[in-house]
C-alpha cells in the first residue's frame, strides 16, 4: 500500500511535468538567423485525462464553524458546610438523578441533632403537662399555650437540622454526565461553593450564527451537515430546531439553533468543534463537472474541451509522441455558465452538454488549440510501475533541464541576430 502512495504521487509530478513542458513551444514570429536551415516546428503531444458532465442532485450551502453545547447543564453547588469525606463519581461518569455524588462530614450535625431531640421530647412534655393541667381546670390557658409555643419551635429547629444533615449529602439534580469534579476528599466545603458540572447528553445542540439577509431561506426542520473533530472527523446530520425572532444588533446575525438525532447525541462531547454546512437549496439532477475543471478568465468562466483531430499521432507533422498510434484531440475553450457549488463539483447551466468531453486533468497550463491525447492517472502509474522512483523523477528532471537549455540556446541566438 505504501509502494502504491509513492506510485501515485510519483505519476501526479511526471503527469505535472509533462504537462508544463508540453505547452512549450518553439517561439514563432521571430526573424531567425540569415544562414539558419528553416525546421518543421515540433508540436508537442500532450497528455490530458477528460470526463463527460453527470447528472446529479445539487445544493448549495451556509457554511459556518460552531460547537456542541449541552441546553441541559447543572453546576452542582454545596449547600452543606464541613470536611469532604468520600467522593463516589469522576469526570466522564454517567450519573441518574438523585444519584449520592459526595459525602460531606456529618459527626456534628448528628450530635446537634441528638440534643435537639431531647429538647424537643422535653418541650412536649411540658406542654402535654400543661393541656392536661388546663383540661382539670388547675393551669392557666397562658402557660398552656406557651408551652405549646416552645413545643412547635423546638420541633422546627429539629426539622431544620434534620435538613442541613441532608445537604451533608451531595446527589445529582439531573440524569446526565460528570464533566467537571472539583471537590476532592479531605477539602473543605463551604456553602455555595461548586462542587460538580452535569450535562445532560440527550440534550445536546448546535447554535450557529446566521445573517440576516440569509433569513428568508431558513426554516425549520431544514438539513444541515455537521463535521465533529472530536467524533474523528465524522459526519453527522442536524436539522433546525429553533430560530431566534430577533437579530443581534452587534453582528447582524440571527441565532440558529441545530438539533442532532437523538442516536446520534451519545457520540458527541460538549464543546465540541464543529464544521457545519446548512443546506440552502437543493436542485435534483442538474448538469455538473469537477469544480477543479472550470476555469476563470477576465471574470468569466470556461472549461477545456476535446476534441477530435480526425488524425492519429503517426499523420501529424511534427508530433513527437513515442506510441504512434496515439489519437490526437485538440483543445478548446469554451465559454459556459455556472449555478450551484457543493465544493465538489459546480453546476453547468449552459455552454457544454452530457456529451461533451470536458479536460479534468492537465487543463490549467493548456493554451486554447494544443494538441493533445487522453490519458488517465491509472494508466500513467501503470505505464511507470516498472520504473524507480528515483528514476522516474531524475528523468522528469532532466527533461525540464533540456527544455530549459532549449529556450536559453533560442534567445541567446536571437539576441546574437538582434
Known amino acids: 500500500m505504501r509502494y502504491l502512495g509513492w506510485i501515485n504521487w510519483m505519476a501526479g509530478i511526471l503527469f505535472l511535468l509533462t504537462t508544463v513542458s508540453g505547452c512549450t513551444q518553439k517561439a514563432s514570429g521571430q526573424t531567425p538567423p540569415p544562414n539558419a536551415t528553416p525546421k518543421t516546428e515540433e508540436k508537442v503531444l500532450i497528455p490530458v485525462e ?173 438539513l444541515a451537515y455537521v463535521r465533529i473533530d472530536a467524533a474523528q472527523g465524522q459526519e453527522f446530520k442536524a436539522r433546525v430546531r429553533r430560530i431566534n425572532p430577533s437579530v443581534d444588533p452587534a453582528t447582524g446575525t440571527v441565532k440558529v439553533t441545530l438539533d442532532f438525532d437523538a442516536a446520534d447525541k451519545d457520540k458527541l462531547r460538549d464543546a465540541a468543534f464543529a464544521r457545519v454546512r446548512l443546506v440552502l437549496d437543493t436542485r435534483p439532477q442538474v448538469l455538473a463537472v469537477p469544480k477543479d475543471a472550470v476555469l476563470e478568465d477576465n471574470a468569466r468562466n470556461y472549461v477545456m474541451i476535446a476534441e477530435p483531430a480526425d488524425d492519429s499521432a503517426d499523420t501529424v507533422p511534427g508530433v513527437q509522441n513515442s506510441d504512434q498510434n496515439t489519437m490526437v484531440y485538440i483543445a478548446r475553450k469554451v465559454e459556459v455558465e455556472t449555478g450551484l457549488d457543493d465544493g465538489d463539483y459546480i453546476e453547468i447551466t449552459k455552454g457544454i452538454d452530457e456529451n461533451t468531453p470536458v479536460i479534468v486533468m492537465g487543463q490549467h497550463t493548456l493554451k486554447p488549440d494544443s494538441l493533445v491525447t487522453i490519458t488517465s492517472a491509472d494508466k500513467e502509474i501503470a505505464n511507470r510501475q516498472d520504473i524507480p522512483l528515483d528514476e522516474a523523477l531524475a528523468r522528469a528532471r532532466k527533461k525540464q533541464e533540456e527544455e530549459a537549455q532549449k529556450k536559453r540556446a533560442e534567445q541567446e541566438a536571437l539576441n546574437r541576430q538582434q
Not at 479531605?186 to 440576516?212: C, H, K, N, R
Request: glycine share 6%.
Open 50 to 222: 477528460v470526463s463527460k458532465p453527470v447528472r446529479r442532485d445539487m445544493s448549495s450551502f451556509f457554511e459556518t464553524t460552531s460547537r456542541v453545547l449541552a441546553e441541559n447543564r447543572v453546576e452542582v453547588v454545596s449547600k452543606g458546610t464541613g470536611a469532604c469525606q468520600k467522593v463516589y463519581v469522576e469526570e466522564g461518569n454517567k450519573v441518574t438523578a438523585g444519584q449520592v455524588l459526595a459525602e460531606l462530614d456529618r459527626k456534628d450535625l448528628e450530635t446537634q441533632i441528638r440534643q435537639a431531640r431531647i429538647a424537643l421530647q422535653q418541650h412536649k412534655t411540658h406542654y402535654e403537662i400543661a393541656e392536661k393541667s388546663v383540661a382539670e381546670g388547675i393551669g392557666a390557658p397562658v402557660e398552656r399555650d406557651n408551652a405549646r409555643f416552645a413545643y412547635e419551635q423546638a420541633k422546627a429547629a429539629l426539622e431544620a437540622q434534620e435538613l442541613q444533615l441532608s445537604h451533608q449529602t451531595v446527589t445529582a439534580p439531573i440524569s446526565g454526565i460528570i464533566t467537571r469534579r472539583v471537590v476532592q476528599e479531605g477539602m473543605m466545603v463551604t456553602m455555595g461553593m461548586p462542587l460538580f458540572s452535569i450535562v445532560d447528553p440527550m440534550s445536546y445542540a448546535l447554535p450557529i450564527q446566521i445573517p440576516e439577509k440569509e433569513l428568508p431561506r431558513i426554516s425549520e426542520g431544514q
